[in-house]
């Protein structure tokens, strides 16, 4: 059974950094492409950042120059580095494997708040 976990959410002050982590289980990982999604509250869910199978990545403007999506293919692991966070990135923050149509985690809060 695929499983996917997030990690690394938490409170953090306005300029801050958090580095999440996703955790997969139960697949192959390194063929797969990967994403983070958010969703803040009354919000869709949006794409924040995604990586392909082969490491090329994609940013949502809102987010470009900030954050950085890498993985590492021997730990089975996605992460996002998150610096210079703003209020407006508060959002449930969702690890996505691009497989059989979507896989995702449960996700993991962030709250960017002084």
């Known amino acids: 059974q695929v499983q996917l976990v997030e990690s690394g959410g938490g409170l953090v002050q306005p300029g801050g950094s958090l580095r999440l982590s996703c955790a997969a289980s139960?697949?192959?990982?390194?063929?797969?492409?990967l994403g983070w999604y958010r969703q803040a509250p009354g919000k869709q869910r949006e794409l924040a950042a995604q990586i392909t199978s082969g490491g090329s990545t994609e940013y949502a403007d809102s987010v470009k120059g900030r954050f950085t999506i890498s993985r590492d293919n021997a730990r089975k692991t996605v992460y996002l580095q998150m610096n210079s966070l703003k209020p407006e990135d508060t959002a449930v923050y969702y690890c996505?494997?691009?497989?059989?149509?979507?896989?995702w985690g449960q996700g993991t809060q962030v709250t960017v708040s002084s």
């Open positions: 139960g697949t192959i990982f390194s063929i797969y492409g």
């Open positions: 996505k494997m691009n497989k059989a149509g979507g896989v």
